[in-house]
């Protein structure tokens, strides 16, 4: 179901809630905030759980007349983590301690009770995950599904599932791991990408994880010497969002751990993990777990190099051929019809037009001469882009006339003293069906009476027949589109 269906208030909602400056963290834990000298400027208002401290009676104090911590521990650059221990002299307690330094200098120093972070009596076995080094869809299935195992041995999760994110933006899950006891399967579902807001992704690919051990337990505000919130973007313990805990509550979630797959600065994945009832993992856990989870990263991006080098491999070859047909056929209008019948084949479209100026040629699926009139008005005059394309023109282009065309790749060349050359391929009705985890339309069918929005309620598989639409233009279709264009250019076939 695409955005626009998605009520804005709902949208506008997600979006402009800022994470980061929630002003508050989960009670799991306790948070102070120093700042470059190491002078505390924000505490959470629990600190007397952990030290018997007034919040207020530590504000403004040095670090050092709180907490001891070791003097020798590294030098910790921004938004990196160091786990470690703390000791506080007056009242004989010694403490785990989360160490994150962040990007105005500032030191976040998360407080766990150590009872939290004790070693498991099991031993942690270590693979040679650098062997995972998949080179085709099939074994990269194989090696996502092999990753969220991993995790669901050492963090006990009742599921575990590889969520990836479409060039929509869209959510699929691809592999699943569930305990007996976990009702029902996420696998193969899609999920609108306003269940991730953008702005929660950037929080992801700060992170090398997002741990909620109770996503029902009550905030705890921190109390600041000024009147600033804390940054709180890399710190764990940040709180819970409203809405997110509604969503959580909807889907019958009490606890969730998350770890982002990061590829070449782009956010491609999630391992979300879910639990009905509050689990807690230890740092040492999850620092195992982040460990197997960069080794899929690395092999992702392994795989994505590999797959871009033979499609960029198959493009050039295929361009060649191309470029010996125009030059043997003596021009691209004499060469049209062998031409033509390339282009439907390797873009794996259902028609192609030729336009140089107010001539055109056409071959394969009829647009109709009021449909590509609107085209030629729409590519020309109304947008800007070289190379352009859609899969639903009634969507994308309006008052565009019914015809048989839902999707079009686009491609131009301008240049003094030269025919106008555009080159339309197109694509006919494609009937999508798409499994939904529940009904991305209906976010309002259930309201919690306080937050004034309501994220979804149901998430039971829901089909979707989606009309009006082509088969997507993919990556590599474009990708094609631009080479050729570059070839086109090259041999100055608007002269």
Known sequence: ??????????????????????????????????????????????????????????????????LRLPESRPKIDSGNRLLTDAYHEPSNTQLSAQLVRGADESLMVELYHPS?????????????????????????????????????????????LYYAFREDHDGEVRAECRQEDAYGSYLGLR???????????????????????DSQEASVPIISLHDLKPDLTWTDLRSVSPIHQVYLANMGVRSSLSFPIVVNGELVALIAAHHREPKYLPLYILEQISKRVK??????????????????????????????????????????????????????????????????????LDIGADALTRL??????????????????????????????????ALSILAPKCPYFRLYLTRGEHIHEISWGGRPDK?????DGALGIAPRHSFEKWIEKRMGHSRPWSREARMLALKLRALLMELRLCK
């Not at 976010?443 to 309201?447: D, Q």
Request: with cysteine; charged share 15%; glycine share 6%.
């Open 191 to 213: 999920f609108p990408a306003s269940d991730i807001p953008h702005i929660a992704r950037v929080l992801y690919k700060q992170n090398p994880w997002r741990s909620i051990p």
């Open 1 to 66: 179901m695409d955005s626009h269906s998605i009520p804005r208030g709902f949208l506008t909602e997600c979006e402009s809630e800022q994470l980061h400056l929630s002003g508050a963290i989960q009670g799991h834990g306790c948070l102070l905030v120093t700042g470059a000298n190491e002078t505390i400027t924000h505490v959470s208002s629990n600190i007397s759980s952990f030290l018997n401290l007034d919040p207020k009676s530590v504000l403004n104090c040095e670090l050092s007349q709180v």
């Open 443 to 447: 976010p309002l069918e259930h309201h």
């Open 116 to 160: 939290l972070q004790s070693a498991s009596s099991a031993p942690i076995r270590h693979h040679d995950f650098a062997k995972n080094q998949p080179h085709t869809p099939e074994e990269l299935l194989i090696e996502e599904q092999s990753v969220i195992s991993y995790v669901m041995s050492l963090s006990g999760f009742q599921r575990v």
């Open 376 to 409: 030629d008005a729409w590519f020309c005059h109304d947008q800007s882009d070289l190379i352009a394309s859609t899969d639903s023109v009634s969507l994308t282009i309006s008052r565009f006339p019914l015809s048989e065309v839902t999707g079009v790749l």
């Open 295 to 364: 080794a899929h990263e690395f092999a992702v991006s392994s795989f994505q190099t590999h797959t871009r080098l033979r499609m960029i491999d198959g493009i050039d070859h295929s361009l060649h051929q191309v470029q010996g047909l125009i030059e043997r056929m003596g021009g691209l209008e004499n060469a049209w019809p062998e031409f033509s019948a390339w282009l439907i084949k390797r873009f794996q479209a259902d028609g192609a037009v030729l336009c140089l100026d107010n001539d055109y040629l056409t071959s394969g």
